[in-house]
């Protein structure tokens, strides 16, 4: 100890520096293993089939209005922007190209992924950081049965399984966004903005966004079960967890999608 | 078996929680059938000391053995094991709040043993009697019991898959005079039911006195008094003395 504290304070940004780059690298490697041993329950069985049916309800189904608004919104505002920007040089005619091609690629399940980090992320790490709080966890152990197989693993499967079709549901009703302002305001002819928008599409758009949203709904499941998981220090530490299961989701959401796409774009 | 072996014993475990010890080296066993009750001020290590018989939680040395085997450094299998052999009733009786009464009792029926939902739910309306709760009571769920009622659905699902051993986590704590007497009556009738051996920790005389068969006293991560039920108000132990009397002064303050 006398030694560490000798240590001249002008080292002292380099020792918070050393501290805060382990302390990182243990938090990677907890939420590395804890996502590795929900994989592996995922993927082994026992599996409780009653609780992934709960969930692709709670993640997936009850997900739809909000993304659904999110989507018209942007759609009709991306719409917009696009068709303003594009008349700078003569290229509105572009419009119901780009807004596809940006929803289906980018903020269908960009947008998509960021309501569920808002609306389930947060539930799932308030749910578990709860019962983490109450013993029902380990009640559930005790009780021989394993909480990842019946809390963690339903969770991870439901939100993977359930932002593609949500995405989907994003991309149809993002570009009916664009549709609606294109048609009603910007003059645009019904028939031929549809025909210009399926000739553009290509397969490859929507499933690099199908593939996308998969992974980010495993982020978002990830980080909601970890940190719910993890919560210490009753009701505040829920409270902790739960704002620590959204930011992370929204920051891994951008990196991962930053990441997918340089991918695909090698690709 | 050997009869001489005890049920269940803590040889030498210590435990610290950020450097801080917890659990001092204890030593203490419990024979088979028998009920053991551990007594002790908050903060003296009554709830580490049966986290880690129950598996629930490591130690930094010392051994936890189970009939002879130590659980210490043990995996999954041998854990799920114990799991299988075990019923406990947690402090805030740890209800899962999504589940309605009747599904948090068959719970272990249906998740790991593979029992129908419909045998299931006969079954836990079974036990439901046994801890004297009205058929009615199956599909409620736990918000809308009240504390006594959710500490009697606890014991019925630590009992229902018929344990070897019994652990009760403060089972009387929040609970009136009168509900804890008739918690307390209900451990009694399903401890010598099955013929199980049970541990318990409390801060309740009352109620150490009326489970036990012994009772122990931690202090400090030790025991410091061990004996029956009947000698808790003659022991000259100064722990005992003091936690018996209720005193705030005495070697039990200066020590923590």
């Known amino acids: 100890m006398a030694s560490i504290a000798a240590v001249p304070t002008v080292l002292n940004p380099i020792r918070s520096l050393g501290r805060s780059t382990l302390a990182a690298l243990r938090l990677i490697g907890a939420v590395g293993v804890f996502a590795l041993r929900g994989v592996a329950a995922m993927l082994t069985p026992p599996w409780f089939a009653g609780q992934l049916l709960r969930q692709l309800a709670a993640i997936g189904f009850f997900s739809l209005p909000v993304v659904g608004l999110t989507a018209i919104f942007t759609g009709a505002a991306l719409g917009l922007n696009i068709y303003t920007g594009g008349g700078r040089f003569n290229a509105e005619q572009v419009m119901p190209q780009i807004v596809a091609l940006g929803i289906t690629r980018e903020l269908g399940p960009v947008l998509a992924a960021l309501m569920l980090a808002g609306r389930v992320s947060a539930a799932i790490a308030a749910e578990i950081g709860a019962m983490r709080a109450t013993e029902q966890i380990d009640a559930m152990r005790t009780l021989s049965t394993d909480p990842f197989r019946y809390l963690v693993a339903p969770r991870l499967a439901a939100a993977v399984m359930a932002l593609p079709l949500l995405t989907v549901v994003a991309d149809l009703i993002g570009v009916a966004g664009g549709w609606l302002i294109a048609v009603r305001i910007l003059g645009f002819n019904p028939t031929v903005y549809i025909r210009n928008t399926a000739a553009f599409l290509q397969p490859s758009d929507v499933i690099s966004g199908l593939i996308k949203a998969s992974v980010f709904g495993f982020i978002v499941a990830l980080m909601g079960c970890y940190h719910g998981y993890t919560a210490k220090g009753g009701a505040r530490g829920v409270g902790r967890a739960t704002t620590h299961a959204v930011v992370s989701s929204a920051i891994l959401i951008f990196a991962s999608d930053y990441l997918l796409t340089t991918v695909f774009a090698g690709a | ?256």
Request: aromatic share 6%; charged share 20%.
């Open chain 2, 1 to 256: 078996m050997n009869q001489d072996l005890p049920k269940l014993a803590w040889k030498g475990v210590s435990k610290r929680f950020d450097g801080a010890p917890v659990l001092d080296g204890l030593n203490l066993d419990v024979a088979a059938g028998r009920s053991l009750v551990i007594i002790g001020g908050s903060g003296q290590g009554k709830s580490v000391t049966i986290k880690v018989a129950m598996g629930l939680m490591g130690v930094d040395a010392g051994e936890v053995l189970v009939d002879g085997q130590n659980l210490v450094g043990q995996g999954g299998a041998s854990l799920r094991g114990l799991f299988s052999r075990i019923g406990v009733l947690f402090q805030g009786a740890a209800l899962f709040d999504s589940l309605s009464v009747w599904e948090n009792i068959a719970f272990r029926l249906i998740n790991a043993d593979g029992v129908p939902r419909q045998a299931a739910r006969a079954r836990a309306i079974e036990a439901l009697g046994r801890v004297r709760l009205a058929p009615s009571v199956a599909d409620l769920f736990p918000s809308e019991l009240s504390g006594g009622m959710q500490k009697r659905v606890g014991l019925a699902r630590a009992v229902i898959a018929d344990p070897e051993m019994l652990f009760f986590d403060e089972p009387t704590t929040g609970l009136d005079p009168i509900t804890a007497a008739a918690i307390n009556e209900l451990i009694v009738d399903q401890v010598k039911r099955l013929g199980c051996t049970a541990v318990s920790i409390t801060h309740d005389l009352a109620s150490a006195r009326t489970i036990g068969d012994e009772i122990a006293m931690l202090h400090g991560g030790k025991i410091v008094w061990r004996g029956p039920p009947a000698d808790l108000d003659s022991a000259d132990n100064p722990y005992v003395r003091q936690f018996v009397e209720g005193r705030p002064d005495g070697p039990m303050n200066t020590a923590v």
